[in-house]
């Protein structure tokens, strides 16, 4: 049986900064832990972290479970999956579905290093090896 990966919406750059937060974090994670995290690179309003919050658990992305007077937030939505789900998204409207389309526009006009060529070249070789 194979199993299809659900497509997730793309998520606003404030509540994707919530998400990453409980990525990085160590899930289950309080209001104030999340807050913690969020606020080292901009500054959010408790208010509207519990908004954004509650916002992803209506979308399906985060589980809240009350623990007494707070509550526990757990990401419901992996982020290899969320990434996968936005890199393949991307590669299909912008890029046609050419990888070599969206390669050349992250580099055009810069000169690629000899170590970016190799790392990719192994990569892709790695990839190969897998599918025989």
């Known amino acids: 049986m194979i199993l299809l990966k659900k497509a997730y919406q793309r998520l606003p750059e ?3 900064d919530i998400m990453l937060a409980l990525w990085n974090g160590t899930p289950p994670m309080t ?3 999340i807050e913690k995290l969020v606020n080292v690179k901009k500054q959010l ?5 519990l908004s954004l919050l509650t916002r992803l ?3 399906n992305f985060v589980s809240v479970e009350k623990q007494g ?3 526990l937030y757990t990401p419901l939505v992996s982020q290899e999956d969320y990434q996968a789900n936005e ?3 991307v590669l299909e409207k912008l890029y046609g579905n050419s ?5 050349t526009s992250l580099y055009q006009g810069k000169k690629i290093s000899s170590e970016e060529i190799q790392d990719l070249s192994d990569f892709l070789k790695e990839l190969d090896e897998k599918e025989e």
Not at 45 to 49: F, G, L, Q, S
């Open 45 to 49: 309003a408790p208010t509207t972290i």
């Open 31 to 33: 209001r104030a832990e």
């Open 99 to 103: 990888l070599k389309k969206f390669v």
């Open 14 to 16: 404030s509540e994707l």
């Open 87 to 89: 890199s393949k998204s």
């Open 57 to 59: 658990e209506n979308k």
């Open 69 to 71: 007077k707070m509550n």
